[in-house]
């Protein structure tokens, strides 16, 4: 059987500091409590006894960096990166603090894109391909653990591509998936930390 984790960055941002959306367009590092879940991350993986088979990665620093310090306890260097496990663009409200996200698309359309994953007016996402990449990567052949670290924004569609609602997976967080011999891909859990 083979298993899927799907594992969001760490923090981009301190607990003092305000959050902004930040997408595909903001290319930010890990802040130090970042760091520090990115290493509970690495130990965790690095204890558990299943051969990693791949371990893959957005593009953007801040998943670049949760994966090296998985690859450096693990022992499995990173396999590349894709494109498709990379954050969404927010368009006008790339780096603007909740409130003003909120104030410009309402609460219904923030709604949408938390229980539907339908975006907000001007976020550019290209949900079909997102899918698209999610069942195409689903349907690859393979044993052990496929390790793919990501953004909550590219996570969904992994949720929308089953044919389930999207959830908010929290950095430092992962989900896990089964992928039996058949193709039957199971959602074991979500959002947990080590």
């Known amino acids: 059987m083979r ?3 799907i594992i969001r960055h760490g923090n981009t941002f301190a607990s003092s500091a305000q959050a902004c959306r930040i997408g595909s367009r903001t290319d930010i590092p890990l802040v130090e409590s970042g760091h520090a879940q990115a290493e509970r991350l690495a130990t965790w993986f690095a204890q558990q006894s299943f051969p990693i088979h791949q371990l ?7 998943a670049r960096q949760t994966a090296a310090a998985i690859a450096a306890a693990t022992g499995h260097s990173l396999d590349g990166m894709r494109d498709w496990l990379g954050e969404i663009d927010h368009g006008p409200d790339e780096g603007r603090p909740e409130a003003d996200v909120l ?23 290209d949900a079909d391909s997102r899918i698209a990449a999610w069942r195409a ?12 670290v990501t953004s909550n924004g590219a996570a969904r569609f992994a949720l929308l591509a089953l044919g389930l609602p999207p959830r908010k997976l929290r950095t430092g967080a992962f989900g896990e998936l089964a ?16």
Do not use: K, M, N, Y
Not at 56 to 62: C, D, F, N, Q, Y
């Open 137 to 148: 990567f689903f349907a690859q052949a393979g044993e052990g653990a496929d390790l793919l």
């Open 179 to 194: 992928i039996a011999p058949d193709g039957a891909v199971t959602l074991l859990r979500w959002d947990e930390r080590p």
């Open 56 to 62: 893959l990665s957005s593009p953007l620093l801040r």
């Open 3 to 5: 298993r899927l984790f």
């Open 103 to 125: 104030a410009r698309i309402g609460a219904q359309a923030l709604a949408d894109w938390e229980e539907q994953g339908i975006a907000p007016d001007g976020w550019i996402v």
